[in-house]
């Protein structure tokens, strides 16, 4: 069982940035892979990133290419998204999940862990 805790989010002004982090738990986090989803209000839960076991590859949703970065030490049991450039369209609840296996995951339905979410709001 694994346990995941997000963080970092808040409110940040368009074209800022902000950190997350997740933090896990309760089991073997460099035999997860990790992923973040983002759910805003009246909204389905979307893909934002995802990476690999050791970080070797990672995916994102076109809308976040070249924007967030999602990374992982697993040192650390932690999974980071680093977001720049921020717009109000950012603005949701940042889920951070796990699922067991070695590929960067992008469908909400394959993760087996997930955290409580971050709120981040972007204001214009």
């Known amino acids: 069982q694994v346990q995941l805790v997000a963080s970092g989010g808040g409110l940040v002004q368009a074209g800022g940035s902000l950190r997350l982090s997740c933090a896990a738990s309760?089991?073997?986090?460099?035999?997860?892979?990790m992923g973040w989803f983002r759910q805003a209000p009246g909204q389905e839960r979307e893909f934002v990133a995802a990476?690999?076991?050791?970080?070797?590859?990672?995916a994102y949703a076109n809308s976040m290419k070249g924007r967030f970065t999602i990374s992982r030490e697993n040192a650390k049991n932690t999974v980071y998204l680093q977001m720049n450039n921020l717009k109000p369209e950012d603005t949701a609840v940042y889920y951070c999940?796990?699922?067991?296996?070695?590929?960067?995951?992008?469908?909400?339905?394959?993760?087996?862990?997930w955290g409580q979410g971050t709120q981040v709001t972007v204001s214009s």
């Open positions: 999940a796990a699922k067991a296996g070695d590929y960067a995951f992008t469908r909400a339905r394959q993760y087996d862990y």
């Open positions: 309760g089991g073997t986090f460099s035999r997860h892979a």
């Open positions: 990476i690999t076991l050791n970080g070797g590859n990672t």
